[in-house]
């Protein structure tokens, strides 16, 4: 079924000739794709108008199972440089590469969870597993979304600024510029978080949903029980597993309970029926909204939404 899926995308490829436009039309700058947002507002930052920047999994999308279409495909063969996650949610993307591997200008390729620098966490190892919370084991699985730590998003935004040097040379005194501008935020962001977390009433998150905020958690110190495990898919927890939650909350006079963005949040909606709990949402800054994306918003601006309900939670 793989080959056949390659073979088609291999033949879609050829409907778009190297070095043209997603759209077809010819642009003189250098193509820059994206897999999913944080990478994607990354070079936005730094690089700013001076590359044909894509990205593919659109506003709203979810990664998990997506499905590339034609432009995307056409985006990939013709770009310079292609920047992924590199986790198994985005073996679609993985395909795409694949695809454009035989193209006689295949792109530059960055893997950010292969960078030096970054230690990947296992999502089986993560706070929301303690206390047999779960009732059920689940097969260790690294959490791919390093973009949660600070600290690796400023490795990705160096990484990324040397990969644009390096396309585009007479802009690398720009792209230095931009990227060491961003960093000051990226470490301002960080003593934001560590204020908060250090002057927290208390260090424990209770989310009635899926949570993929592993770096989060370990960089400040946090603990988490969560509904479902890491970004696992199912179809409803185990009542044991919500009725602990709900123990917790109440034992602990826990004042926030948390959902994820585009969630329906019916698991969290249930929790706070029974304990008063307040609910709200933490960004996981894996994709964003048709509204916030057309609005600009930035992974700075979701994280800062995130210290602000991290505020209320912890205090």
């Given at each position: 079924?793989?080959?056949?899926m390659?073979?088609?995308l291999?033949?879609?490829?050829l409907l778009?000739?190297?070095?043209?436009?997603?759209d077809?039309?010819?642009?003189?700058?250098?193509?820059?794709?994206?897999?999913v947002?944080?990478?994607?507002?990354?070079?936005?930052?730094?690089?700013?108008?001076?590359?044909?920047?894509?990205?593919?999994?659109?506003p709203?999308?979810e990664?998990?199972?997506?499905?590339?279409?034609?432009?995307?495909?056409?985006?990939?063969?013709?770009?310079?440089?292609?920047?992924?996650?590199?986790?198994?949610?985005?073996?679609?993307?993985?395909?795409?590469?694949?695809?454009?591997?035989?193209?006689?200008?295949?792109?530059?390729?960055?893997?950010?969870?292969?960078?030096?620098?970054?230690?990947?966490?296992?999502?089986a190892?993560?706070?929301a597993?303690?206390?047999?919370?779960h009732?059920?084991?689940h097969?260790?699985?690294?959490?791919e979304?390093?973009?949660?730590?600070?600290?690796n998003?400023?490795?990705?935004?160096?990484?990324?600024?040397?990969?644009?040097?390096?396309?585009?040379?007479?802009?690398?005194a720009l792209?230095?510029?931009?990227?060491?501008?961003?960093l000051?935020?990226?470490?301002?962001?960080?003593?934001?978080?560590?204020?908060?977390?250090?002057?927290?009433?208390?260090?424990?998150?209770i989310?009635?949903?899926?949570?993929p905020?592993?770096?989060l958690?370990?960089?400040?110190?946090?603990?988490?029980?969560?509904?479902?495990?890491?970004c696992a898919?199912?179809?409803?927890?185990a009542?044991?597993?919500?009725?602990a939650?709900?123990?917790?909350?109440?034992?602990?006079?826990i004042?926030?309970?948390?959902?994820?963005e585009?969630?329906?949040?019916?698991?969290?909606?249930?929790?706070?029926?029974e304990?008063?709990?307040?609910?709200?949402?933490?960004?996981?800054?894996?994709n964003?909204?048709?509204a916030?994306?057309?609005?600009?918003?930035?992974?700075?601006?979701?994280?800062h939404?995130?210290?602000?309900?991290?505020?209320?939670?912890?205090?």
């Amino acid at each position: 079924m793989k080959k056949i899926m390659l073979l088609t995308l291999s033949l879609l490829l050829l409907l778009c000739p190297a070095g043209c436009a997603a759209d077809g039309e010819q642009d003189p700058r250098p193509q820059v794709v994206a897999t999913v947002f944080p990478q994607y507002d990354l070079v936005r930052a730094i690089a700013g108008d001076t590359v044909n920047l894509t990205l593919l999994l659109p506003p709203g999308g979810e990664s998990h199972g997506y499905e590339p279409t034609p432009k995307n495909m056409a985006a990939v063969t013709a770009c310079d440089l292609f920047i992924e996650i590199g986790g198994p949610s985005e073996q679609w993307a993985a395909d795409l590469r694949q695809a454009a591997a035989g193209d006689a200008a295949a792109p530059r390729v960055l893997t950010l969870m292969a960078l030096e620098g970054i230690t990947l966490l296992n999502t089986a190892e993560s706070n929301a597993d303690h206390d047999h919370i779960h009732e059920h084991d689940h097969t260790r699985e690294i959490d791919e979304h390093i973009w949660l730590s600070v600290h690796n998003a400023a490795i990705m935004a160096e990484t990324i600024c040397q990969e644009l040097c390096a396309l585009v040379p007479e802009n690398a005194a720009l792209y230095r510029t931009n990227t060491d501008a961003y960093l000051e935020e990226l470490e301002a962001l960080d003593a934001r978080l560590t204020e908060i977390t250090a002057q927290a009433a208390r260090r424990t998150l209770i989310f009635g949903d899926r949570f993929p905020f592993r770096y989060l958690t370990h960089d400040y110190g946090l603990t988490a029980y969560a509904a479902y495990p890491g970004c696992a898919v199912e179809g409803e927890p185990a009542p044991a597993t919500v009725a602990a939650l709900i123990e917790r909350i109440k034992a602990e006079q826990i004042p926030v309970v948390f959902t994820i963005e585009f969630s329906r949040g019916e698991v969290a909606d249930a929790i706070t029926a029974e304990t008063g709990a307040k609910r709200l949402e933490l960004h996981s800054c894996h994709n964003l909204s048709p509204a916030d994306f057309a609005a600009g918003v930035t992974y700075l601006d979701l994280m800062h939404r995130n210290a602000d309900a991290l505020a209320e939670a912890l205090n």
